[in-house]
């Protein structure tokens, strides 16, 4: 997709309400069965779950309003333990190095003889 439709896209998407955002994606998600050339490539983790979530919210006839304002708290915490990951594999990988022996020091050469 050229940047211009997708600037285009996302300036209608933003005018309207929640409610109405969940049947426009419920529609792509129905294009997308009928007529993707590709895969959409898939959600990390964190995504996959804050999915999951909001799916079940919305198949229990949650209020829009409502599942917006879960997700927002949603993609906070998800936000945070994406920094606690990041810190986490910073912390593992500096150990890694940190346990690595060390080459063995070059032998020194012998003291000149003085005359």
């Known amino acids: ?14 005018t309207l309400p929640e409610a109405r955002l969940y049947q426009v994606l419920d529609y792509i998600e129905f294009l997308e069965s009928r007529f993707a050339e590709r895969q959409a490539p898939g959600p990390n983790v964190f995504q996959r779950f804050a999915e ?3 799916d079940t919210l919305r198949a229990g006839n949650v209020s829009a309003s409502t599942v917006a304002e879960a997700m927002g708290f949603m993609s906070k915490a998800m936000g945070v333990l994406s920094g606690v990951a990041a810190a986490g594999k910073s912390v593992a990988s500096d150990l890694a190095g940190a346990t690595k022996p060390k080459p063995p020091d070059a032998p020194k050469p012998p003291d000149a ?3």
């Open 52 to 54: 999951g979530v909001e």
């Open 113 to 115: 003889p003085t005359s």
């Open 1 to 14: 997709m050229h940047e211009v439709l997708k600037e285009r896209i996302l300036r209608r998407l933003e």
